[in-house]
């Protein structure tokens, strides 16, 4: 089996007494589509918030394309080619969606300390944003002040700043949360067009966006995998159904 | 703005390390991108700035017997524009920043007093002593609330004014440095006692460090400090390192702030332990407040309000003009947040909008 380009190997958390998460071995493998799924306080986000750095592991690795990043900082897990969304936008709210992804860019060509040079210095990387913003919807609202743009376009907008950053690694936690019916289509859409060399993590609660993109499923369940592999055989797994659908059924 | 027709091939994230998407995309050799034209358009010079700096610089003509307020106001509009470089920008709050100020002062009049009277030499040596503390402090405030940064910021500033009042034998202690000469400006011009050549000396002084940071803050560092400012969790998740642009341009800011001390040591020729006092720190907040921050002007039109407010008032009531100045801060801050600074924001973001600046 070739090697996955993200993975977790014993992977524990501990918030004082409590086990978030618990012993987590986890594959991505290349190109995959791959949802990560559970109840509310499953602790997906804590899974999550360990790949990206945000918090430290209580024990075990995390490697990325076979290289150990257990220790790395935020930024330089995004220079080694893994970008995430965030489940509450996380946005520069001051910006413009042209001026947020131009960061982005920015960072990803090494540019950022250049003091001298001007923001449109690189004419490629100008209309590199303006193409990503196209393909994710936000072509009409490039100069909007974010704050003032509607929840559905900050929802894309996550996801173009994550894609911006041209990671072979994307992590996507919970897209479509709170993205009203209007808006959600073009949401879903985007999501399912993204490319096929990158491989994605989807945390998602709603079920039909899982069933209707993923591949692979794992299930979290108290910090726990209770189960892994193929959306038909998670769907008539017993112990899913158990933990979605509260104890008494016949697990 | 259709920059992608739905024709186009969007530009697939290729594997990393090839950077091939550039010809994928319509108009990449041309310069009718409305990307780009938008960016242009953004930094142009807007015609208020002529007007703003056209003014700066004819005041003197108009009111020849002000000119040592006016250098007051240079000078505090350039201690201003410092501390808009971290609050504004980069969103780091301090209630030290007299600290940077009085390095900068007591550096170009020691340097002044025991090495070369020339005010240029001076004023490098001013700006190289501050950005040194604020190197070497910068890493205090990286980390903790913006609470923290307050007390901490603060502690540095008592710091300095303890260590300038009992360092006598350097820095005179509380009768501060005297005797202090400064050569004519690029051997050219004498500085006069109505303060001709101060105000002119300052003005160019605080011109060219204005360039430099609009200059910088247009930059892709400027954005990034930006960046920071609005939401640190998605600037580092987007590759910047936030502690080291913090470094950065706290260290910056304080080569700024240090600039605006040295002003200060040569164009009053005396440099006493006041450049350190607290109320420097606290009064250059107000300024911002009245201002706004985050646009560079803010500082520049704030110092000019604060000094006119202070000048008339303590005019009018010589003993308690401190008072007025309290209540104008306390009326800004929170009292009448619903009339006076609705319709200050209001006001601020059209003077704003005419300085190409989009935040008040």
């Known amino acids: 089996m070739n090697a996955p380009v993200l993975e977790t190997i014993g992977l524990v958390k501990r918030f004082g007494g409590l086990l978030a998460t618990n012993n987590v071995s986890f594959r991505l493998e290349r190109g995959a589509r791959h949802a990560l799924i559970g109840p509310n306080g499953a602790g997906k986000t804590t899974f999550v918030n360990q790949l990206t750095g945000v918090v430290k592991p209580t024990e075990g690795q995390i490697r990325l394309e076979g290289r150990d990043i257990t220790g790395s900082r935020p930024e330089a897990r995004v220079r080694l080619g893994m970008s995430r969304t965030f489940q509450i936008n996380q946005l520069f709210r001051t910006m413009t969606p042209l001026e947020m992804l131009l960061l982005v860019l920015g960072e990803r060509e090494g540019r950022g300390l250049r003091f001298w040079s001007r923001l449109d210095a690189r004419g490629d990387l100008v209309d590199e944003a303006a193409a990503i913003a196209a393909r994710f919807r936000l072509d009409d609202a490039i100069d909007t002040t974010i704050a003032t743009l509607s929840y559905g376009k900050q929802r894309q907008l996550e996801i173009a700043a994550a894609f911006a950053a041209r990671p072979r690694v994307l992590l996507l936690d919970e897209p479509a949360a709170g993205v009203p019916e209007a808006e959600r289509q073009d949401l879903l859409n985007i999501v399912a067009d993204l490319p096929e060399d990158v491989s994605v993590l989807l945390i998602e609660h709603d079920m039909d966006l899982v069933f209707r993109f993923a591949t692979r499923i794992t299930v979290l369940v108290n910090g726990t995998v209770i189960a892994d592999g193929e959306p038909a055989a998670i769907a008539a797994d017993p112990a899913v159904r158990a933990a979605y659908l509260g104890e008494g059924e016949d697990a | ?360």
């Open chain 2, 1 to 360: 703005m259709n920059m992608a027709s739905p024709t186009t091939p969007l530009p697939a994230a290729p594997v990393a390390g090839t950077a091939a998407n550039a010809a994928t995309i319509v108009n990449a050799p041309g310069t009718a991108s409305p990307a780009r034209a938008l960016l242009r358009r953004r930094r142009a010079w807007k015609p208020a700035e002529f007007l703003f700096w056209g003014a700066a610089l004819l005041a003197p003509l108009a009111l020849p017997r002000s000119m040592l307020l006016m250098n007051e106001i240079a000078i505090l509009g350039l201690f201003a524009l410092s501390l808009d470089l971290i609050l504004g920008y980069a969103g780091i709050v301090s209630l030290g920043h007299a600290a940077f100020l009085g390095v900068g002062a007591y550096a170009a009049g020691l340097f002044a007093l025991n090495v070369s009277a020339d005010p240029l030499a001076g004023l490098v040596v001013a700006m190289l002593a501050a950005s040194v503390l604020g190197f070497l402090s910068s890493f205090l405030v990286l980390r903790g609330t913006d609470l923290t940064r307050l007390m901490v910021t603060l502690g540095v500033a008592l710091l300095m004014f303890e260590a300038a009042n009992s360092w006598r034998s350097l820095t005179g202690g509380a009768d501060g440095l005297q005797g202090i000469t400064i050569d004519p400006v690029l051997g050219l011009f004498d500085f006069d006692l109505k303060g001709r050549t101060a105000y002119l000396y300052s003005l160019a002084v605080l011109f060219v460090l204005f360039l430099a940071a609009r200059r910088m803050m247009g930059s892709p560092f400027g954005l990034s400090l930006r960046a920071l400012r609005d939401n640190r969790l998605r600037a580092s998740a987007s590759g910047v390192g936030v502690n080291g642009r913090l470094v950065l341009v706290y260290t910056l800011a304080a080569a700024y702030a240090g600039a605006a001390g040295g002003l200060l040591a040569q164009t009053t020729q005396f440099v006493s332990l006041d450049v350190l006092e607290f109320h420097r720190s606290a009064d250059l907040m107000l300024v911002l407040i009245i201002g706004g921050t985050g646009w560079l002007y803010g500082g520049l039109i704030g110092a000019v309000l604060f000094e006119l407010f202070q000048d008339v008032v303590s005019a009018a009531t010589p003993q308690y003009w401190q008072f007025w100045v309290g209540l104008l801060l306390v009326v800004f801050v929170s009292g009448g947040r619903e009339a006076v600074h609705k319709t200050g924001a209001a006001l601020r973001q059209r003077v704003a909008a005419l300085f190409g600046g989009r935040r008040a």
